[in-house]
């Protein structure tokens, strides 16, 4: 990735989005267990680390797995949690 074309800043704000509602899933006791993430972000991803795609694993972001959901929208990631017992 470059800085000048602007697609870190851009995972930027994808990452800090994440974070934010990882973080509410915290404050509500749940685990969080994956990531749903618009494709194009899943493909970001994907560019920026093809040694993971090339040996087959999982493509994560903050420790979890990413899903690519057609659903989501690109800025807007969501959570994937279990409710807390």
Same mark, same amino acid.
């Given at each position: 990735?470059?800085d000048r074309d602007? $697609?870190?800043?851009?995972? &930027?704000? /994808?990452?800090?989005? &994440?974070?934010?509602? @990882?973080?509410?899933?915290?404050?509500?006791?749940?685990? /969080? $267990? #994956?990531?749903r993430v618009n494709? &194009?972000?899943?493909?970001? @991803?994907? /560019? #920026?680390?093809?040694?993971?795609?090339?040996?087959?694993? *999982? %493509?994560?972001? %903050?420790?979890?797995? %990413?899903? *690519?959901?057609?659903? @989501? &929208? $690109?800025?807007? *990631?969501? /959570?994937?949690?279990e409710e807390a017992?």
């Amino acid at each position: 990735m470059n800085d000048r074309d602007g $697609t870190s800043l851009r995972l &930027a704000i /994808v990452v800090d989005e &994440a974070c934010a509602r @990882v973080y509410e899933a915290w404050e509500g006791r749940a685990r /969080v $267990t #994956a990531l749903r993430v618009n494709p &194009a972000v899943y493909e970001a @991803v994907a /560019v #920026a680390r093809p040694g993971e795609v090339r040996r087959g694993y *999982p %493509l994560m972001l %903050l420790g979890m797995e %990413l899903v *690519p959901d057609e659903g @989501v &929208a $690109t800025y807007e *990631p969501a /959570v994937v949690k279990e409710e807390a017992c």
